[in-house]
């Protein structure tokens, strides 16, 4: 049973380019959650998708937008990159927009913007 | 707002002592939900625990084990007997029901290092 997966593992941008991440759930789940992690940092919640809806949206500016596919696969966009986008972005997947249920991680990309 | 503090950024121990860490958290709603995750350098934040704030009662698997209190509003995590693999980024994190939508607030983490 495959768990959450997100590609690139690994990407580097110039300031002021766009990005694209994906995440695939894990089998059974229907909603993605990503998260930003600064160096040394807590995650910090971006938005949650179900239903190919963006259910709930932290304190990011709209650069950052996201998308939902049939198949509950998801993408993150960032446009215009500033160096203070550099981070791990980890995806999470959960079940059913179940409010107490754990949220299982991917391993995250590692975007560096030079 | 909600607001998780963890006020060890780092702990070293030597292998087989006992370690606790603390998690403070902020809300003022009444219902929640407390989780601790483990991050280690792979980066996937593996899930360890979730408790619900109607359930104060404290939880032992294995080595690990969890305080829960609500008069202090804190959920510390204790390992006993630790070991080199439990060296990790160790994360609490609140989770408030808001519309039907889990989102997960965390704190700073504490970087735990088991030396052999």
């Known amino acids: 049973d495959a768990g959450v997966t997100q590609s690139p593992t690994h990407l580097i941008k110039t300031r002021g380019q766009q990005v694209t991440l994906r995440c695939s759930p894990k089998s059974g789940h229907d909603t993605v959650s990503w998260y930003q992690q600064a160096l040394g940092q807590g995650p910090q919640f971006i938005f949650q998708?179900?239903?190919?809806?963006?259910?709930q949206r932290g304190n990011f500016p709209d650069r950052f937008s996201g998308h939902q596919f049939p198949n509950y696969s998801s993408e993150l966009n960032v446009n215009a990159l500033l160096l203070g986008d550099s981070a791990l972005y980890l995806c999470a997947s959960s079940e059913k927009l179940i409010v107490n249920t754990e949220a299982f991680f991917g391993q995250g990309t590692r975007l560096t913007v030079v | 707002a909600q607001k998780v503090t963890q006020a060890q950024t780092e702990i070293s121990v030597v292998e087989k002592e006992d370690v606790t860490l603390d998690c403070v958290y902020e809300?003022?709603?009444?219902?929640?939900?407390l989780f601790w995750y483990k991050q280690p350098p792979s980066g996937e934040l593996v899930f360890l625990i979730r408790r619900n704030s109607f359930d104060e009662q404290n939880e032992i698997s294995g080595r690990y084990s969890w305080n829960f209190q609500k008069s202090t509003s804190s959920f510390n995590f204790t390992i006993t007997a630790s070991q080199v693999v439990d060296s990790a980024v160790y994360f609490c994190?609140?989770?408030?029901?808001?519309?039907?939508?889990?989102?997960?607030?965390f704190g700073q983490g504490t970087r735990l290092t088991i030396n052999p």
């Open positions: 809300t003022r709603d009444t219902t929640y939900y």
């Open positions: 994190a609140l989770s408030i029901p808001l519309q039907g939508a889990q989102k997960l607030v």
């Open positions: 998708y179900y239903e190919e809806e963006e259910r």
